[in-house]
């Protein structure tokens, strides 16, 4: 009980903080929404952790939705905001669709490399045919309409904001609702037993599929989003070292909670770009460092360590009474 209160008490604050923060701290709404981008991403990441499967190539999924937006915003002249988002995940969806019925019959390192091979095979496509794709210059992406409006800069950037915050809220709750689910009990099988599991009649190839698919559509949404945000989609969304990034915030927030993926991804990117501010020749040796910290004293990630301090104050309030 006093887990769940602390579980809600965190994302109650980090929200609260994140609706207030764009209003007393304008420059912060870019860098915010980017972080909520990366949240949705690294939620399908956590997806597939629960299966007790690492993929160090979902930047794959990222990249096909952000390029998915980005020639349907182009063809149309901008497009609406909500066909390029709806499109980026049917691409993203349909690819891994593909690319799961292979990628699912293997496990844990396997999975993993399989997953980073296919990564690079489309990053390689975006680099070299640059009369499609653009190469390593990328390809603009023209600002969308909202419901048909056209929106200039500043106001279309508070309504990315606030409407990203409100996708990632609604995507933590159905992922969460996924989860707990019959399926999504079944996929945790698949990392505690899967020979059991088997043993059921249950095809262990189909659930830990479903779950690849829905992990796919998480990261195309973020992926599209991040290409509306930013306004430029590059071959570097599908580089491995985006996969590594994904696979580094989810161990930061909390691999064992969907509410990880938020919380990990606002403080990565802030840690980040601060550490780039202010110490721009060691940010990587920043952030190496906080990983490291994470690992050692909070191995359950920012939520977990959040939930121990929680319990520790309540056994202590307990005690006292």
């Known amino acids: ?13 980090i929200v609260a903080l994140l609706v207030v923060a764009p209003i007393v ?4 709404k870019v860098l915010l929404t980017l972080a909520l981008a990366k949240s949705l991403a690294v939620l399908g990441v956590i997806v597939l952790l629960q ?5 160090f190539g979902h930047a794959l999924f990222f990249a096909v939705a952000a390029y998915g937006a980005a020639f349907l915003g182009r ?3 901008g497009g609406e905001i909500v066909l390029n988002l709806l499109l980026g995940v049917a691409a993203a969806s349909a690819v891994a669709l593909v690319v799961g019925l292979f990628i699912v019959r293997y496990r844990h390192i396997f999975f993993g490399m399989l997953n980073l091979a296919a990564s690079m095979i489309f990053f390689s496509f975006l680099e070299k045919f640059y009369y499609v794709t653009g190469g390593s210059d990328g390809l603009s ?3 969308p309409t909202v419901l048909g409006m056209a929106l200039e800069r500043t106001p279309f950037e508070w309504v990315l904001f606030y409407g990203s915050l409100v996708l990632v809220l609604g995507a933590l709750a159905l992922t969460h609702r996924f989860l707990t689910s019959p399926l999504g009990q079944m996929m945790r ?4 037993n899967e020979v059991r599991l088997e043993y059921l009649g249950v095809s262990s190839r189909r659930v830990l599929l479903a779950g690849y698919v829905l992990s796919a559509a998480l990261c195309g949404l973020g992926g599209a989003l991040m290409a509306i945000a930013q306004g430029i989609v590059t071959p570097e969304y599908a580089w491995w070292i985006r996969s590594g990034e994904f696979v580094f915030i989810a161990i930061l927030g909390g691999a064992g909670s969907v509410n ?3 919380v ?12 780039a501010a202010f110490a721009a020749d060691i940010w990587q040796l920043v952030l190496g460092a906080v990983l490291l910290v994470v690992i050692l004293f909070a191995p359950s990630g920012i939520v977990g360590l959040s939930q121990r301090l929680g319990s520790g104050r309540s056994e202590k309030e307990e005690a006292g009474q």
Do not use: C, D, H
Not at 25 to 28: E, Q
Not at 51 to 55: L, R
């Open 260 to 262: 990880g993926a938020l």
């Open 1 to 13: 009980m006093t887990s769940l209160l602390s579980k809600r008490w965190l994302i109650l604050t």
């Open 75 to 77: 063809s149309m002249g």
């Open 51 to 55: 299966a007790g499967q690492v993929s």
């Open 189 to 192: 099988a698949i990392k505690t």
């Open 25 to 28: 701290a304008p420059s912060t």
């Open 141 to 143: 992406v023209p600002r």
């Open 264 to 275: 990990g991804a606002l403080a990565y990117e802030f840690v980040k770009n601060y550490a």
